[in-house]
């Protein structure tokens, strides 16, 4: 995270550096601003997780691709909810602005990550008091969310330990991202910021320090992801960098190798793990996973006050969704119909 720099404490300062950067056409100086802003004055401040800081600089260069592109020149301090909801049908039609996302339509839940991250640039500018926040709305998804984040099912599960239940360190170390996020219901954010001082085997218990929010919860193990675990920690010292403390390390790369992994690195080497094993696309991801585990507790304790307290949720009404992606549960229905 960016230590803001003394402009941005001096509201008139402030102020200055964020016209001078619109007028300039300065997209570097208005990142800075924004990840000034989300340090000091958004809801999780300096806890903001790299993965959000990333995907709103993402959503700020496209919008300023937009806004400044060859075919309108957009004053960026005065804009109205009429010019967001025309870069919205933009998204939609013709997808992103950037070279990675030229021609590619975006789908609604891409779309409302780029308008949040463009709505925390305009609370930025209102913050330096150089522009307003225009009111706008994200279009809606048609699509139930049961639909969008599937769960694996049990035997593609059963599959992808089984592909991964080698004797060599990169699956051993694989295996267990999997079983944390797919079991003991854990998110990649919290995956690759576990220290092997948060583990305390003998009780089967490991304490995720800074959840989503900053929050913190202790979450119990199985019998057998714990002795999974604690044979990983024996071979890990073999690999481990000086003085690392993270549970799971780089096993590639000179200047990678034994440091901790970053939720990017483990995020394309599930993605490998699943090409290898010809996975549906719907099923790519890591948080999938953590749908995974939600649906497995469920299905397991059918109490969706256990499901939040072991998945972290404060309201049990998001783990509801849970209750509707049990796939298992709906082709025992279908196939009794049959009888």
């Known amino acids: 995270m960016l230590v803001p720099l003394t402009n941005w404490h001096d509201p008139a300062k402030r102020r200055l550096e964020a016209i001078r950067a619109a007028h300039e056409r300065n997209p570097a100086v208005l990142l800075e601003l924004l990840e000034a802003y989300l340090t000091l004055k958004s809801r999780k401040r300096a806890t903001l997780s790299p993965r959000t800081l990333e995907n709103y600089r993402l959503a700020v260069r496209d919008y300023l691709a937009w806004a400044w592109s060859e075919t309108q020149s957009l004053e960026i301090l005065k804009v109205s909810g009429d010019d967001l909801d025309r870069y919205i049908a933009h998204l939609q039609l013709y997808g992103g602005n950037l070279e990675q996302a030229l021609h590619q339509r975006l789908k609604p839940g891409s779309i409302a990550t780029y308008l949040a991250g463009v709505r925390a640039f305009y609370r930025a500018l209102e913050w330096a008091n150089a522009a307003k926040l225009p009111q706008v709305h994200s279009p809606r998804d048609p699509t139930p969310p049961e639909e969008r984040r599937p769960a694996l099912p049990e035997d593609l599960y059963k599959q992808l330990l089984n592909h991964l239940s080698g004797t060599e360190p990169e699956h051993r170390r694989d295996r267990i991202a999997v079983r944390l996020m797919a079991e003991a219901g ?12 948060d583990l305390s085997l003998a009780e089967r218990l490991l304490l ?132």
């Open 186 to 197: 854990l998110r990649i954010s919290e995956v690759i910021n576990l220290q092997v001082d």
């Open 208 to 339: 995720v320090r800074a959840g989503k929010g900053g929050k913190q919860r202790t979450v119990p193990l199985s019998k057998s992801l714990a002795q999974e675990i604690q044979d990983w920690l024996k071979l890990r010292l073999a690999h481990a960098a000086p003085n690392e403390q993270s549970l799971l390390i780089n096993l590639g790369g000179r200047k990678a190798y034994g440091r901790a992994m970053t939720d990017k690195s483990l995020r394309r080497i599930l993605n490998q793990h699943y090409r290898d094993l010809g996975f549906p696309k719907r099923y790519y991801g890591a948080h999938m996973l953590r749908h995974t585990a939600g649906t497995r507790i469920y299905k397991k304790s059918r109490d969706l006050h256990a499901t939040a307290r072991l998945l972290g949720h404060a309201n049990v009404n998001t783990s509801a969704i849970y209750a509707k992606m049990d796939l298992a549960g709906l082709f025992e229905v279908v196939d009794r119909l049959e009888e």
